[in-house]
């Protein structure tokens, strides 16, 4: 018990240990929430503990500062920034003065003041050349043209680039047309290596993933900043090999009785009505669990002629992928359930949240916490999940002999070759429901 003593932030439940520390007061204004917490998977005390412990310390300090970025518009500027900042700013100073011979004389004043060295440089001799383009330039630039606000894509680009100064060095210090396969590989090899919150290590499909996103803001940042004939991208066609996947680490799908045991127990011991409404739209949608706590009131069209729910971007939660953006029918359950949210939030706006409890940021992540306690008292297996419920509704689609291409419509899958332009919204909305009707 010493251990645990000792660790800030850090409490002492019945099952396990729990996360908790105090947003500062602007911040909780922007998240809407007083704490940031968060349950530890590691059960016991012990190294592992701690480094999950590091990890979920690092989580609120990058929503700390992504919500102050958000708050004031306020962004970390790359030095190449910086310096034409510098210029615009020093060229405002320097037209205020009788003489321009007096440039040295204002640059030492306001060296005295302390005053940013970029822009007593800039003052100084403003036909010096700009810094480098570095990998934050192409980050900044990315940001921009890529990420646009999207608050999930935004804490994955900061997660990567936080791999990479952790494995590389500061962003700014490396510059896009000095970097080399050697790096790449070595950021590749070192991800391997590193773990999740919950101690495992990072998967190969996971370092892929990351991998992708430093070779596409390298590539923007080599277009945008005409880099074309000067720098070449190392992280182009970097392999990761993916081994081989142990039968034990599979996610499997729920059965049916197990699907339906656990909407027996949240209707009978969840703290929140919403948990159970929210599994059986999951069971009979195959929907993301975000995908759903996520819904506003404006999501739901109950008065159509087949009646769906719209899963795309909203003031609560970006979508996954493009593709992921859907209609998707409601029948059986999901249809009882969404209609019984409706009836419950009378009166409330559109674009207010369908499900109160979880219709925030990261509310699908408190969604979730629960949801796996409470299905952990219907299977002790780890290879099932919240997540399981997608599997399942994979299997009942295929079992059911839908078409492959109808499935992928459903599920929210990238479809390739003709099937990308198989039929409009109303169309793909009706395919889909003749599915559902094959499987309930």
Not at 387 to 399: E, F, I, P, V
């Amino acid at each position: 018990m010493a251990i645990v003593m000792k660790i800030k932030y850090l409490d002492k439940l019945k099952e396990g240990f729990r996360f908790k520390r105090r947003f500062p007061k602007d911040v909780a204004q922007v998240t809407g929430r007083e704490f940031f917490q968060a349950r530890f998977a590691v059960k016991e005390e012990g190294p592992a503990l701690l480094r999950e412990h590091a990890a979920l310390l690092r989580e609120f300090e990058d929503t700390v500062r992504a919500a102050r970025r958000q708050a004031t518009g306020s962004e970390e500027v790359p030095p190449r920034e910086r310096w034409y900042r510098a210029l615009t700013e020093a060229e405002r100073l320097v037209d205020e003065l009788p003489d321009e011979d007096l440039r040295d004389v204002l640059a030492d004043e306001m060296h005295k003041l302390g005053s940013d060295p970029m822009l007593l440089k800039a003052i100084r001799d403003p036909e010096a050349k700009p810094p480098a383009v570095t990998l934050a330039d192409a980050k900044a630039v990315y940001e921009t043209e890529k990420v646009r606000g999207k608050r999930s894509a935004q804490q994955q680009l900061d997660r990567t680039c936080r791999r990479i100064e952790d494995v590389l060095g500061p962003l700014d210090q490396m510059k896009l047309t000095e970097l080399k396969r050697e790096q790449a590989r070595h950021l590749r090899d070192q991800m391997l290596k590193m773990t999740t919150t919950s101690g495992k290590l990072l998967s190969p499909s996971s370092v892929k993933r990351e991998l992708r996103i430093v070779s596409a803001m390298v590539n923007v940042g080599i277009r945008e900043f005409d880099l074309t004939n000067q720098a070449s991208n190392p992280f182009q066609g970097l392999e990761v090999h993916q081994g081989e996947t142990l039968e034990s680490d599979k996610r499997l799908p729920l059965s049916m009785d197990q699907m339906e045991a656990m909407s027996v127990r949240l209707r009978d011991h969840a703290r929140s009505p919403d948990l159970h409404l929210i599994w059986d739209i999951l069971i009979d949608t195959g929907c993301r669990l975000a995908e759903i706590t996520g819904l506003t009131m404006d999501d739901v069209h109950l008065d159509e002629a087949i009646p769906y729910i719209d899963i795309k971007p909203n003031s609560i939660r970006s979508i996954k992928t493009k593709v992921s953006v859907r209609r998707v029918p409601l029948k059986g359950r999901a249809l009882g359930a969404i209609e019984k949210a409706m009836k419950g939030r009378e009166g409330a706006a559109g674009g207010d949240p369908l499900f109160p409890s979880y219709g925030r940021p990261r509310g699908a992540d408190s969604a979730s916490q629960v949801l796996i306690k409470h299905l952990r008292t219907i299977t002790s297996d780890n290879r099932l999940t919240v997540h399981s419920t997608r599997h399942a509704m994979k299997d009942r689609l295929r079992l059911a002999g839908v078409d492959p291409v109808v499935q992928k419509f459903a599920l929210g899958h990238a479809v390739s070759g003709v099937g990308e332009t198989y039929g409009g919204p109303e169309a793909r909305l009706k395919l889909v429901s003749e599915a559902f009707e094959k499987v309930m």
